[in-house]
DNA sequence: TAACTATATGAAAATTTTTCTATATTGAAC
DNA sequence: GTTCAATATAGAAAAATTTTCATATAGTTA
């Protein structure tokens, strides 16, 4: 079966499809949210407000990095997280949109 | 357009999850992107146009179905689907740009 | 260097998704 | 009712993710 030509071609579905799927968890999207209006956080203050192990949390901070949704910056021992791409929040707000009514 | 900033609970957490996660996959984007501009197309016209079996498109149908993404009618023996929420193209468009630089 | 704190990584087990194949259902026409 | 075309669903194998637990690495201070 042939397929016609689509408006975004298969490299790009599959990349944004990488995108979604990263921040398409419940722990990473609270991550994004304590994350947001610029915040600066290391690992430890990340886990200790989410309830996580250190090890948990270290996982989807690396998810969420090497999927471009954050940036870390090392500090002497800490490591700071930070949105990489603010409009991020933009995407949770418009999927919350479409659960009103 | 402005980003919310509020806390998110528990709930709200999972089911914005779920609902990215409904939209993370490269087919079920590939549907969402030929479903825009308002078009209504019945399953032949969908898994023709991408190239799927019948059996997997009408499985990610009624995946965005079931997550609200995308509503359907019946009309004699075709089930038209369509975008329920055209806002989710914007959720595209924003994780597009945020694959550019 | 040793001890300590902060963070990262590995790997197996458990769970969830995806795909495949076949079959079931629905509605129209006869 | 039978047949055909369109769509939906079931079940199981395959693939991908998540979780858990243990350990490793990096940086600081003594």
Do not use: F
């Amino acid at each position: 079966m042939q397929a016609k030509s689509v408006s975004l071609d298969r490299g790009i579905l599959e990349r944004t499809a990488a995108s979604l799927k990263a921040i398409a968890h419940p722990v990473r999207l609270a991550m994004i949210d304590l994350l947001r209006d610029g915040k600066r956080l290391n690992v430890t203050q990340i886990y200790q407000a989410l309830g996580l192990e250190q090890a948990v949390a270290s996982q989807h901070l690396s998810i969420l990095k090497e999927k471009n949704i954050l940036s870390s910056k090392r500090q002497g021992k800490h490591s700071y997280y930070y949105l990489k791409h603010p409009s991020i929040l933009e995407v949770i707000s418009l999927v919350l949109t479409t659960h009103e009514g």
